[in-house]
């Protein structure tokens, strides 16, 4: 039998002979056999070891810890005596299904109340993910992974694949109006992340809009930056404002505003490029959901106007998937080294696989064949949330329908939190009007809700929509509630 040369062994290596990674301390008195049973035991025990997991063969666990053959074999036999392991002919040997131990010192009592159970997502912000176009990602993968240079599979460049700026630059001028050159457009891993690599370049306050993301305005304050709110309205923001908040860069959801929904209008987008002309400023464009329209001509990028002054953002999270972490920046000539600077040296953040799938997902046609099933997708359920309010809430106001993944209702006064109440009543998450203001902003605040209708899945989106029709508020007093909906008792 193998003896042990110290009193605690540690495998975690790979045999030749087809046994499985395994790390186990054999630590404490006892003999090989003893040692073995308790470290599986707390392996096991502690979780790391779970349930179905299958366990390296006898001769490979005996190789690796230098120990006799029949000692594992015999561990092994006394582990499924206890119920530890369980072991077929032809299945090997597996950890068990057991109930899970309790934790010491845990005190039996009155259980506490479970949060509701989500049954329906109306959360803004995401597309429909059972609709994520995998045969023709995998096709895209399968063709960009063997014309890849062997190059790309070193050490990443912090501006991201040639072959996917290459293949922004077109689609990005083609559809969206920007002008830019590859070299000039440098990959990140989403929108938060190219946003903050922009304000390590920043100086002084940022005007932002009045309603947006909180999570978005902490970036900014994070890094010390002051954030100065602009008033929206359906026309996005009062860039006319912009003069008197001092500010040096500002940022701006031109196409859709995010979340009231209005597109900027056309002299309000020259009067900002005339801005950052005249005082030197920059504007950050958050294109964020710019491919989606429905009932009006594409609105172009902002940044097509002026690219020396203004930083372009897209991703690939509404359009295929947030998991893909992809995102882009088109940036002015001067600013490509500060921000290649902030990044870093090297591509920690964005895969290389996913960089060159994308590039032939753009470049084969695929991408504008996917963004043409969902517009349409998405324009129905669209149109079926606005039906089902008309029948059945006729009393809500819908706004920022034109284009996007979600919409905002307007709420009675004072009815924002009740709403939201009777929501999570019903299984439904949605999200509220109130945490997008600016809590520096003067206009006065609005009781809303914001509501995706991109999440759920095609089959669910019905029922979704029903349950949300009923957690609304009833009608003031002396309107009608609309066919087919009862005012609730108070």
Same mark, same amino acid.
């Given at each position: ?17 087809? =046994? ?7 630590? =404490? ?9 308790? !470290? ?47 072991? /077929? ?23 506490? +109340? ?16 059972? !609709? ?16 890849? +240079? ?8 912090? /501006?991201?694949?040639?072959?996917? /700026? ?81 500010? *040096? ?21 020259? !009067? ?17 959901? =710019? ?6 001509? +594409? ?39 500060? %921000? ?21 997902? %753009? ?13 349409? %997708? ?22 920022? %329908? ?14 924002? *939190? ?65 066919? =087919? ?6």
């Amino acid at each position: 039998m193998g003896q042990f040369s110290t009193p605690d062994v540690a495998v975690s290596e790979r045999r030749p002979d087809g =046994g499985s990674d395994l790390h186990l301390e054999l630590a =404490g008195g006892g003999g090989a056999r003893v040692r073995l049973m308790r !470290a599986l035991r707390e392996a096991i025990d502690s979780g790391r070891l779970a349930p179905g997991t299958r366990l390296p063969p006898y001769r490979a666990l005996a190789l690796d810890l230098g120990i006799a053959r029949n000692t594992v074999a015999a561990a092994y036999s006394e582990l499924v005596e206890e119920g530890w392991l369980t072991s /077929r002919q032809g299945s090997g040997t597996q950890v068990a299904h057991r109930a899970a131990p309790v934790e010491p010192g845990t005190r039996w009592g009155p259980a506490r +109340p479970s949060r509701p159970r989500i049954v329906h997502d109306l959360m803004p912000s995401s597309p429909d993910a059972a !609709a994520f176009p995998r045969s023709s990602w995998i096709a895209s993968a399968r063709r960009a992974l063997v014309a890849a +240079p062997s190059d790309a599979f070193g050490v990443g460049d912090p /501006r991201g694949r040639p072959e996917l /700026r290459q293949a922004l630059a077109d689609y990005l001028a083609r559809t969206r109006g920007v002008r830019t050159r590859a070299d000039h457009i440098v990959i990140c891993s989403g929108y938060a992340h190219g946003l903050r690599l922009v304000c390590r370049v920043l100086r002084g306050p940022v005007a932002v809009e009045a309603y947006g993301l909180d999570f978005h305005r902490s970036i900014l304050t994070e890094v010390g930056l002051t954030t100065v709110p602009l008033m929206v309205d359906d026309h996005g923001a009062r860039v006319e404002d912009l003069p008197a908040t001092g500010a *040096q860069a500002v940022l701006l959801t031109p196409a859709h505003q995010y979340p009231t929904g209005g597109a900027l209008h056309s002299e309000r987008r020259a !009067a900002v490029i005339d801005w950052a002309r005249a005082t030197g400023g920059l504007l950050l464009e958050d294109d964020y959901d =710019g491919e989606f329209r429905y009932d009006r001509e +594409p609105v172009g990028a902002v940044q097509g106007l002026d690219p020396d002054r203004v930083v372009y953002f897209g991703s690939a999270s509404k359009s295929l998937s947030p998991s893909l972490r992809l995102g882009w920046m088109a940036l002015p000539g001067r600013l490509v080294d500060d %921000i290649l600077a902030a990044k870093g040296r090297r591509e920690l953040w964005s895969g290389v696989t996913d960089q060159l799938t994308l590039a032939d997902f %753009i470049a084969c046609g695929a991408y504008d064949r996917q963004l043409r099933r969902m517009r349409k %997708i998405y324009r129905h359920r669209r149109d079926l949330l606005t039906a089902l309010l008309a029948e059945r809430a006729p009393h809500v106001t819908v706004s920022g %329908i034109a284009a996007g993944l979600h919409a905002v209702l307007d709420l009675p006064p004072d009815t924002e *939190q009740a709403t939201l109440r009777a929501a999570r009543r019903l299984g439904l998450a949605v999200d509220g009007l109130g945490p997008y203001r600016h809590p520096g902003s003067a206009m006065p605040p609005r009781d809303g809700l914001v509501i995706g209708y991109g999440t759920p899945p095609e089959h669910a989106i019905t029922a979704a929509l029903e349950a949300l029709c009923l957690a609304l508020p009833d009608p003031p007093e002396g309107r009608d509630a609309g066919p =087919g909906r009862a005012p609730r008792g108070r």
